[in-house]
Each structure stands twice: as C-alpha cells, then as structure tokens.
C-alpha cells in the first residue's frame, strides 16, 4: 500500500495533467514554498499563482509523471512537460526533478530542478543554444519569468 504522500504528489500531477490549479494549490500548504531555475523561489499565493498562470496559458501541453516515492517527511518525483512555448512558437519538452517536504498531509515545500539551458536551448533556439548557458542569459529569463507572473497577478488583483 502506497504511502499517503505518495497519493498526495500523484493527486497534484493528474491536477496539472487536466489542468486544473485549484487541485494542484489545494495540494499546497497556506505558506508554501516553491522554487525552480526559472521563477527562483515563489512563496504562498505567488506560488499557487503561478500554476495558474501556467495551466491558463499552456498551448499543446502534456504532462507525464513517474518515480513517485513519498514517506512521511519528504518525497520526490520525476516529471516532463511537453508544450508550445508561445513568445517563440517553439515546443520545449522540459524534463523536472522534484522534491518535496510535507506538513499535516500537504505540500510544504517543493523544489523543482532543471537544465535551464537545456530549457533555453529548446525556447529560444539558435539564441538560447548561443546563450542560455551564461549567467546574464539566465538572469533575463529568470527576470523575465518574474515579470510575467508579477502582470498576471496583477490582473488577478
């Protein structure tokens, strides 16, 4: 029999493979702590916001998930995004590692790892390819990122 957690990580990824933020932020603890290359760290509303941003704006999107392993503390799982990355018309299947820390039966913390590059490469192309691996370069598409998600709240507010 799987470990509550587990069922937990798997709820939040058929949520995100339907698209639907509610269920991936009902997932979530009040103060949640989120972080990855691309949006750095987001805490509470900023985190659960940005999954709504993402699902809301996703264009060919499909999510596959698997080596999901949770016990009572911490957890982990491997998950890859395929979609159209709309600002260049390009597909960008991104491969994620994610670790998680839990509290009272939800999410507490979850960190997602990835080859920015790699991402940017796939995003940008040529540019990317040239780039994406420099500080500087990775600094705009964090900053860039931020910018997004600070517009989109805004509009929420």
């Known amino acids: 029999m799987s470990h509550p957690n587990t069922e937990l990580i798997e709820r939040f990824y058929k949520a995100f493979q339907q698209r639907d933020a509610e269920a991936m932020a009902a997932c979530y603890t009040d103060d949640i702590v989120f972080s990855d290359p691309a949006f750095g760290e987001l805490r509470g509303e900023e985190a659960r916001d940005m999954w709504r941003m993402l699902v809301e704006r996703a264009q060919e999107f ?33 491969r994620i590692q994610a670790q998680f820390v839990f509290c009272d039966g939800r999410i507490a913390e979850h960190r997602d790892s990835f080859d920015l590059w790699r991402w940017s490469r796939q995003a940008l192309g040529f540019k990317g390819a040239l780039l994406g691996w420099t500080p500087a370069a990775q600094r705009a598409i964090r900053a860039q990122a931020r910018r997004g998600l600070d517009a989109y709240r805004a509009k929420r507010a």
């Open 62 to 94: 499909s999510l596959i998930y698997d080596s999901v392993d949770a016990n009572e503390r911490t957890g982990s799982a491997h998950w890859a995004a395929r979609y159209l990355f709309s600002q260049t018309g390009r597909t960008v299947v991104n």
